[in-house]
């Protein structure tokens, strides 16, 4: 059973899920399971695959669910930490395992960071951190790229240059740059544009999220077991290079799950990975002393 719940947050209303007791019955750590800009519900397929594990989900303050008083629009790893550390503190069950997805795995990182007291072990998959490629110019270049199609045409003129940029082989060229600005219908998008411009991927309100600094002494001296993870399928892509790249900050190879950047996910969102692949890996990697 799922219990929905929510935590008033400073500035925010935080709604999370609850899949199992709390405190866990088998004395074993809550998994959290964060991503962003993705809410809770990208996580379904995955979470339905530990039903043996107590496993907390969540909205990030202004996404989905949760709402937000704050008067900002910016995502940002440190509101977003504190929010988590906050959430673990109500759970009162002490430490907690964290699967984290993407920019979910950047805010994980500075969780880690700002409270290393809060997480056993963290699987961070395919975090996007531009500030440590070598072509970081050129990568901010091509995200300001997909910003501009979103700002100009909408919502699949925007979202046709992100998949663009995010199948990218190796780094940002020259080659790259001198291509025609994509059709949306090539990649099954719409054309026509809704007038909307505050999508939280393709706007600029989660570049704070991509332009974060991973401060590497603080993770090393932490306590956490931390495990950058990258999907087979996402070998040379952007987000498999940030991972390499965190990986070798922190002395270690990236651990390898199956399927691609959003490999945990089913077919509901029409971009299935390997959900039951994955859980198992995901399984092997949490028990792994």
Request: proline fraction near 14%.
């Given at each position: 059973m799922t219990e929905t719940r929510t935590l008033e947050a400073p500035g925010a209303t935080i709604t999370y899920d609850v899949?199992?007791?709390?405190?866990?019955?088998?004395?074993?750590?809550?998994?959290?399971?964060?991503?962003?800009?993705?809410?809770?519900?990208?996580?379904?397929?995955?979470?339905?695959?530990?039903?043996?594990?107590?496993?907390?989900?969540y909205d990030p303050r202004g996404l989905g669910r949760s709402t937000r008083t704050d008067g900002r629009t910016d995502n940002t790893a440190e509101q977003q930490?504190?929010?988590?550390?906050?959430?673990?503190?109500?759970l009162t069950t002490g430490q907690v395992d964290v699967f984290a997805s993407s920019g979910g795995a950047v805010t994980a990182l500075e969780w880690v960071r700002a409270f290393p007291a809060d997480i056993?072990?963290?699987?961070?998959?395919?975090?996007?951190?531009?500030?440590?490629?070598?072509?970081?110019e050129a990568v901010d270049r091509a995200r300001a790229a997909f910003n501009d199609a979103y700002e100009s045409g909408g919502m699949g003129a925007g979202m046709a240059a992100f998949l663009v940029m995010t199948s990218w082989q190796g780094e940002f060229t020259d080659e790259y740059f001198a291509q025609p600005t994509p059709d949306p219908a090539a990649f099954g998008m719409p054309s026509d544009d809704d007038g909307t411009r505050n999508d939280p991927l393709l706007s600029k309100?989660?570049?704070?999220?991509?332009?974060y600094t991973p401060d590497v002494a603080a993770l090393k001296a932490a306590p956490t077991r931390i495990v950058i993870a990258v999907g087979e399928e996402s070998a040379g892509t952007y987000t498999a290079r940030t991972a390499e790249a965190m990986a070798a900050l922190l002395d270690q190879q990236p651990t390898v799950f199956p399927s691609h950047h959003g490999g945990f996910i089913g077919g509901e969102f029409g971009y299935a990975g390997k959900p039951e692949e994955f859980a198992t890996k995901l399984r092997e990697v949490l028990a792994t002393p």
């Open positions: 899949r199992g007791p709390l405190p866990p019955a088998d004395g074993r750590l809550p998994l959290v399971m964060i991503g962003q800009p993705m809410s809770a519900d990208g996580f379904t397929s995955l979470a339905a695959n530990f039903p043996d594990r107590t496993v907390i989900t930490a504190q929010d988590l550390h906050l959430l673990v503190t109500t056993a072990t963290l699987v961070a998959h395919e975090p996007p951190l531009n500030r440590i490629l070598p072509d970081a309100v989660s570049w704070p999220i991509s332009d």
